[in-house]
C-alpha cells in the first residue's frame, strides 16, 4: 500500500511539474485552440489595478493581443497599426485588448509613446501568457531587458506575439500565432477576417 501511494504521489508531482514548464522553444508552443476558451486570470491595468480578463470579454467581442513588450520595436509597429485601424474594429463591434509581461509602468509608457487608447494589461507573472499556450522560455539575451521591463518579476519567458479573435464568452473565434516575431498579422488582414466573423 505504501509503495502504491509512493507511486501515486511521484506520479502526481511530475504532471504538476510538466504543467508548469514551459517549451525551450518558441516552436514548441501548444496554443489553445480555435472553440476553446480563454481562461479568466487577473491581470494589472496600466493603472496598477487588478482586471478580471472575463469581465472585458463579456462587455464586447475581443481583439486579443500579445506582444513582447513595449521595447520591441516589431511590437511597437504592430501596437501602432492596431490603433490606426482602432475605429474599423470598433465600428464592426469588437474591441482590442493588448497583453504582456511588462509591468502596468511600463505600460503606461507604451500608450503614451504610441498614443495608444486601446486597453494594455499586465502579465508580468505570465499567468495568462502560459495558460493560453503562447509562453517558452527567453532566450539568454532578452533576460535582462524582460527583467527591466517587468520590474523584476518575469526573467525566464516570453509571449509568441499572437492575436486571439473572441466572443463574449471568452471562446476563441479565430486565432493567427507566429513563431517568427517578425511576422505579425496586418491590421487589414484583421479587419477583412473581423468582417467575415460577423
Not at 511597437?76 to 485601424?85: C, G, P, R, T, V
Not at 501568457?129 to 520590474?151: D, M, N, R
Request: proline share 5%; with cysteine.
Amino acid at each position: 500500500m505504501k509503495k502504491l501511494l509512493f507511486m501515486f504521489v511521484v506520479t502526481l508531482t511530475w504532471v504538476a511539474n510538466a504543467q508548469n514548464e514551459i517549451p525551450k522553444s518558441e516552436n514548441d508552443i501548444a496554443p489553445l485552440l480555435i472553440g476553446e476558451k480563454i481562461p479568466n486570470i487577473t491581470l494589472k491595468s496600466s493603472e496598477n489595478t487588478d482586471v478580471q480578463i472575463s469581465d472585458l470579454f463579456k462587455k464586447k467581442k475581443t481583439v486579443l493581443v500579445f506582444y513582447r513588450g513595449g521595447w520591441c520595436p516589431f511590437c511597437n509597429i504592430h501596437l501602432q497599426a492596431l490603433a490606426e485601424s482602432e475605429k474599423q474594429i470598433l465600428d464592426l463591434g469588437y474591441q482590442i485588448i493588448a497583453v504582456s509581461p511588462d509591468s502596468a509602468e511600463n505600460l503606461k509608457i507604451t500608450e503614451e509613446k504610441d498614443n495608444l487608447k486601446y486597453t494594455l494589461l499586465s502579465d508580468s507573472k505570465g499567468e495568462l501568457i502560459k495558460a493560453v499556450g503562447i509562453a517558452f522560455e527567453a532566450p539568454q539575451k532578452y533576460e535582462t531587458v524582460i527583467k527591466v521591463h517587468s520590474k523584476g518579476i518575469n526573467t525566464s519567458f516570453l509571449p509568441v506575439p499572437s492575436v486571439f479573435v473572441l466572443n463574449t464568452e471568452s471562446v476563441i473565434l479565430f486565432e493567427y500565432v507566429s513563431p517568427d516575431f517578425k511576422q505579425r498579422i496586418t491590421a487589414e488582414l484583421l479587419v477583412s477576417v473581423l468582417k467575415n466573423l460577423k
